[in-house]
């Protein structure tokens, strides 16, 4: 296996295991390019993600329980607790961010984190040297942009997200919510994007923004309301979701799923096709792909 060479400073916990792998990974230009075989050899093969022509490709990241909850509520946020603070999921998560373009954040997110950054080396610090490594080989910028979507622009300014000078931040908003961010005190890294047209972002919006920055992979870190709004654009090219053995139930209404904000009916449900299983205890790495044909699967 060919690629970049990185000092041993990686990870030598077990492999992922790779159970199921669809034959074909999509057609069109690969992201994923020189990937050190040290990361390769800890995810289970190669992960490459295929380059739209039309705009740019996004994929999100999730990690979910059995029963669908991404997001406990109120104080308990973060990912950390619904995957159980499962270490291999941080490594996923550092490669997805190493191999974008952009970082997509919604602002409940940012504002349910307090030191968050939303780079490969800060989720994963074990394998930074070669996530920094494989970006430099696929020629791709040091740092990812985190792009936070935010109608209102109440974020918190003294997010370390948003002030850490190597990484490059776009807030998206609308124009009123670009009013309130003009008034604050941000870093040079930081930039105002107003969109919207005093609606909303649509999911095409953000696409019309990637290409803007000249990205080709967005990859969507949540949360569901921002997801949503991908969900119905239908601009979700991929979803890597980890499974995380747990179950919590839904009595409590501030407990969110996946995809929250929208209510699709069956006849317009985003069917999406399995591209590969890995599993690491009793954790599976789902990857699915959007289903060219749009339909649903009907063989049994
Ligand atoms: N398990 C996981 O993998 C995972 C992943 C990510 C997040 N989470 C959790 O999910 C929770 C947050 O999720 P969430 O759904 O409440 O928040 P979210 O999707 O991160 O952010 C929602 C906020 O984003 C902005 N937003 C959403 N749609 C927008 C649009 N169309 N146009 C402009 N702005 C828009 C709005 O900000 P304003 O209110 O500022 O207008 C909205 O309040 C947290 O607890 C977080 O830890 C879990």
Redesign the pocket.
Known sequence: MSGATTPATVVERAALDLLWQAPSQGTGEPRGEGMPVELARRYGGRLAVTLRSDRPTVAAN???TLDGI??F?GDL???GL?SGFHEPDRFVMGLLRALADVVL??????R??TDHRWTAAHVHPASAVATAAWRRAMGLAPQPTTVI???????PFGHPGLNDARVPVVIA??PS?ASRLRRASLGRNVSIEAI?GGT???GDDVTALGARLGARLIVC???????G?LVSSDVLDELFLTLAPQVVGRGDPRR?GLV?GIALSPDDARWHELVSVRRSTDHLFLRYRRREDRRATRES
């Open positions: 999730f990690v979910s991404v997001a509520g946020t973060g990912g619904v954040v919604g602002a409940g997110t940012l349910g984190s979507a935010t109608a209102s622009g109440d974020i908003t609308t919510g919207g909303p972002l649509s870190e949540g949360g569901p309301h921002v997801l709004e969110i929250e």
